[in-house]
Nanobody, 122 residues
């Protein structure tokens, strides 16, 4: 059974950094991505990466602050988050798909992790 397990969330002050990891079981995925959901809000796209790592996508609010990367040998995707802001507070979810090359669309991903909480204090 395919599993995605996130780690690395926590409490950090504004301006600080966190690195999220998502370890996947099974064979190497094509598209992998990160989404987040704040209380009372819908889940939103954060970043995505293609299988080779050569193509990445970001939502505008995190460009220049967050970096998505992956290590296919470890079947793991990362999200380095710098210059964190209180509005980045949310549960962050890892998503993956075997078919798609890369996408921002949550409904296109077949596999999801359980989420990890990121809280940024002001």
């Amino acid at each position: 059974q395919v599993q995605l397990v996130e780690s690395g969330g926590g409490l950090v002050q504004a301006g600080g950094s966190l690195r999220l990891s998502c370890a996947a079981s099974g064979r190497t995925f094509n598209a992998m991505g990160w989404f987040r959901q704040a209380p009372g809000k819908e889940r939103e796209f954060v970043a995505a990466i293609s299988r080779s790592g050569g193509t990445t996508l970001y939502t505008d609010s995190v460009k220049g602050r967050f970096t998505i990367s992956r290590d296919n040998a470890k079947n793991t995707v990362y999200l380095q988050m710098n210059s964190l802001k209180p509005e980045d507070t949310a549960v962050y979810y890892c998503a993956a798909d075997y078919r798609l090359r890369i996408t921002r669309t949550a409904s296109a991903y077949d596999y999801w992790g359980q989420g990890t909480q990121v809280t940024v204090s002001s």
